[in-house]
Nanobody
């Protein structure tokens, strides 16, 4: 099993930045795709950004140019740097691995 522990959520003003981190532990040898999803109130969960072991990235159109995903393979962490935050970015953000393992979710609130 893989355990994902998230940190970095919080409250930030529009235009500000936050960095979300996810630390993975357990049986990590088979992990390929890691990334972030989010779910806003009344909305379905959506992909934010993912990165494969090979370094390929995928971003939602709504966050391109503002968010950056990175992975530190030595530390077994995945990070989401969020810049130029907008109120519509407000959501619970979930770390995910291979669409199989999920973190507990961390709240990101962007005030106007």
């Amino acid at each position: 099993q893989v355990q994902l522990v998230e940190s970095g959520g919080g409250l930030v003003q529009a235009g500000g930045s936050l960095r979300l981190s996810c630390a993975a532990s357990g049986r990590l040898f088979t992990l390929d795709v890691m990334g972030w999803y989010r779910q806003a109130p009344g909305k379905q969960r959506e992909l934010v950004a993912t990165m494969t072991t090979g370094g390929s990235t995928n971003y939602a159109d709504s966050v391109k140019g503002r968010f950056t995903i990175s992975r530190d393979y030595a530390k077994n962490t995945v990070t989401l740097q969020m810049n130029s935050l907008k109120p519509e970015d407000t959501a619970v953000y979930y770390c995910a691995a291979d669409n199989t393992y999920w973190g507990q979710g961390t709240q990101v609130t962007v005030s106007s």
